[in-house]
Protein backbone atom coordinates (compact mmCIF):
# COMPACT_ATOMS: atom_id res chain seq x y z
CA UNK A 1 0.00 0.00 0.00
CA UNK A 2 0.92 3.58 -0.75
CA UNK A 3 0.13 6.80 0.76
CA UNK A 4 0.38 10.22 -0.64
CA UNK A 5 -0.37 13.29 1.31
CA UNK A 6 -0.69 16.54 -0.87
CA UNK A 7 -0.09 20.14 0.95
CA UNK A 8 0.50 23.40 -0.21
CA UNK A 9 -2.89 24.48 -1.83
CA UNK A 10 -4.76 28.04 -1.24
CA UNK A 11 -5.95 30.78 -2.61
CA UNK A 12 -3.20 33.23 -4.63
CA UNK A 13 -4.30 35.76 -6.93
CA UNK A 14 -3.50 35.52 -10.70
CA UNK A 15 0.36 36.08 -11.21
CA UNK A 16 0.95 34.48 -8.05
CA UNK A 17 2.94 31.68 -7.38
CA UNK A 18 2.34 28.24 -5.19
CA UNK A 19 4.02 24.97 -4.73
CA UNK A 20 2.46 21.95 -3.89
CA UNK A 21 4.18 18.98 -2.29
CA UNK A 22 3.12 15.38 -2.23
CA UNK A 23 4.35 13.15 0.58
CA UNK A 24 4.52 9.49 0.13
CA UNK A 25 4.87 6.33 2.65
CA UNK A 26 4.69 2.57 2.14
CA UNK A 27 7.20 1.87 -0.50
CA UNK A 28 10.53 2.54 -2.39
CA UNK A 29 9.82 6.22 -3.32
CA UNK A 30 13.06 6.09 -5.99
CA UNK A 31 11.54 2.88 -7.77
CA UNK A 32 8.39 5.28 -9.28
CA UNK A 33 7.50 7.98 -11.60
CA UNK A 34 5.24 10.29 -10.01
CA UNK A 35 2.66 12.56 -11.44
CA UNK A 36 0.25 15.81 -10.92
CA UNK A 37 -2.95 15.96 -12.65
CA UNK A 38 -5.72 18.27 -11.92
CA UNK A 39 -9.66 18.54 -11.98
CA UNK A 40 -10.74 21.71 -12.90
CA UNK A 41 -14.74 23.21 -11.94
CA UNK A 42 -16.69 20.96 -14.36
CA UNK A 43 -13.95 19.55 -16.04
CA UNK A 44 -12.64 16.45 -16.70
CA UNK A 45 -9.20 14.97 -14.71
CA UNK A 46 -6.21 16.96 -16.91
CA UNK A 47 -2.74 15.49 -17.08
CA UNK A 48 -0.24 18.37 -15.88
CA UNK A 49 3.31 16.67 -15.51
CA UNK A 50 5.14 13.84 -14.48
CA UNK A 51 8.67 12.89 -13.54
CA UNK A 52 11.18 9.59 -13.49
CA UNK A 53 11.55 7.77 -10.52
CA UNK A 54 15.52 9.28 -10.62
CA UNK A 55 14.31 12.77 -11.30
CA UNK A 56 15.57 13.39 -14.36
CA UNK A 57 13.15 13.36 -16.92
CA UNK A 58 9.98 15.57 -16.43
CA UNK A 59 6.94 16.11 -18.99
CA UNK A 60 4.12 19.00 -18.95
CA UNK A 61 1.24 19.55 -19.95
CA UNK A 62 0.65 22.17 -22.71
CA UNK A 63 -1.16 24.52 -20.75
CA UNK A 64 1.90 24.62 -17.86
CA UNK A 65 4.54 24.47 -19.85
CA UNK A 66 7.02 27.28 -19.03
CA UNK A 67 5.11 28.24 -15.74
CA UNK A 68 4.95 25.09 -14.06
CA UNK A 69 8.14 22.51 -12.77
CA UNK A 70 7.79 19.44 -11.42
CA UNK A 71 10.60 18.31 -8.84
CA UNK A 72 11.48 15.10 -6.25
CA UNK A 73 13.25 14.90 -3.10
CA UNK A 74 13.76 11.21 -3.20
CA UNK A 75 15.42 11.11 0.36
CA UNK A 76 12.28 13.16 1.47
CA UNK A 77 10.29 10.94 -0.19
CA UNK A 78 8.19 13.79 -1.92
CA UNK A 79 6.87 15.14 -4.83
CA UNK A 80 6.55 18.70 -5.67
CA UNK A 81 4.97 21.07 -8.05
CA UNK A 82 6.14 24.74 -8.19
CA UNK A 83 3.42 26.68 -9.93
CA UNK A 84 4.59 30.37 -11.50
CA UNK A 85 2.00 32.97 -12.72
CA UNK A 86 -0.46 31.48 -12.35
CA UNK A 87 -3.85 31.89 -14.06
CA UNK A 88 -7.89 32.19 -13.02
CA UNK A 89 -7.56 28.72 -15.62
CA UNK A 90 -5.26 27.28 -13.11
CA UNK A 91 -8.30 27.22 -10.28
CA UNK A 92 -8.53 23.33 -9.80
CA UNK A 93 -7.88 20.35 -7.59
CA UNK A 94 -4.53 19.30 -7.93
CA UNK A 95 -4.03 15.16 -7.19
CA UNK A 96 -0.81 13.55 -7.23
CA UNK A 97 -0.39 10.43 -8.53
CA UNK A 98 2.55 7.18 -8.44
CA UNK A 99 3.34 5.29 -11.02
CA UNK A 100 3.40 1.86 -11.17
CA UNK A 101 6.78 0.43 -9.79
CA UNK A 102 9.58 0.38 -12.62
CA UNK A 103 7.28 1.50 -15.48
CA UNK A 104 7.99 3.62 -18.55
CA UNK A 105 5.77 6.10 -20.34
CA UNK A 106 2.73 6.17 -20.61
CA UNK A 107 2.67 5.59 -17.35
CA UNK A 108 -0.37 3.47 -15.18
CA UNK A 109 -1.33 5.34 -12.65
CA UNK A 110 -2.41 3.05 -9.41
CA UNK A 111 -2.71 5.17 -6.24
CA UNK A 112 -3.91 8.83 -6.03
CA UNK A 113 -3.81 11.40 -2.80
CA UNK A 114 -6.63 12.83 -1.67
CA UNK A 115 -6.56 16.27 -3.66
CA UNK A 116 -5.17 19.94 -3.09
CA UNK A 117 -7.65 22.91 -3.84
CA UNK A 118 -6.05 25.87 -5.98
CA UNK A 119 -7.89 29.22 -6.32
CA UNK A 120 -6.85 31.57 -8.57
CA UNK A 121 -8.21 35.48 -8.14
CA UNK A 122 -8.30 37.29 -11.36
Known amino acids: QVQLVESGGGLVQAGGSLRLSCAAS????????MGWFRQGPGKGLEWVAD????????SYGDSVKGRFTISRDNAENTVYLLMNNLKPEDTAVYYC???????????????WGQGAQVTVSS
Open 26 to 33: GRTFSSYA
Open 97 to 111: AKAEDYSIPPYAWDY
Open 51 to 58: ITSGGSGT
